[in-house]
Structure formats: C-alpha cells, structure tokens
Nanobody
C-alpha cells in the first residue's frame, strides 16, 4: 500500500505565488504518472498538471505559463510551483500518483486548499 502526503497551499493575494509538495510513501515498486488535480465544490475534479516518469508534462490550458510541475523520481515526490495566481485558481488541490505494488493503483492525497483573494 502507498500513500500520498501533501504540504503547501493556503491564502494568497492575486498575483502571488504558492508551492505545493507531495511525497509518495509506503510499499512502492514503481510510480508512473504523478501530478495535481483541483476541485471546486459542486464541480468535477480537473487536471492541473501531470508528469510521466520520463519527464513528459501536461498542463491545463488555464495554467500554462504560470504553473510549473517538477518531480524527483528517486524520492517519489512531485511539486507544483504556482505563480501569477488568479482568484479562479481557488480550489482544493489533490496530489495524484499511479503506483505499482502488486498491481497499478491510482492514489490521491487528502487535498490542500488554495485560496486566492482579489
């Protein structure tokens, strides 16, 4: 079994920056995609940024040029640097990882709130 532990998030003014971090731990043989999703109450969870183990990235159009995902494969960690934050970035952010132990399983962090004030 694996688990994801997030840190970061909080309250920031529009135009500011925040950094989210996530570490996968537990019984892990391999990690495929890692990244971040976000969700606003009443809406579907949406992808923010993903990175494969090979370094290929995928960003939501709304965050391109403002957010940067990074990953340390040796430590099984993934970070999200968020710059030029906008009020519409306000959401609960979830770390995601696809982890192989005896089989591939999608894991989620507990979520961390990001609030951007105007």
């Amino acid at each position: 079994q694996g688990q994801l532990v997030e840190s970061g998030g909080g309250l920031v003014q529009a135009g500011g920056s925040l950094r989210l971090s996530c570490a996968a731990s537990g019984s892990i043989f391999s990690v495929n995609n890692m990244g971040w999703y976000r969700q606003i109450p009443g809406k579907q969870r949406e992808v923010v940024a993903l990175m494969t183990s090979g370094g290929t990235t995928n960003y939501a159009d709304s965050v391109k040029g403002r957010f940067t995902i990074s990953r340390d494969n040796a430590k099984n960690t993934v970070d999200l640097q968020m710059n030029s934050l906008k009020p519409e970035d306000t959401a609960n952010y979830y770390c995601y990882a696809r982890i192989y132990n005896v089989r591939w399983i999608n894991y989620w962090g507990q979520g961390t709130q990001v609030t951007v004030s105007s």
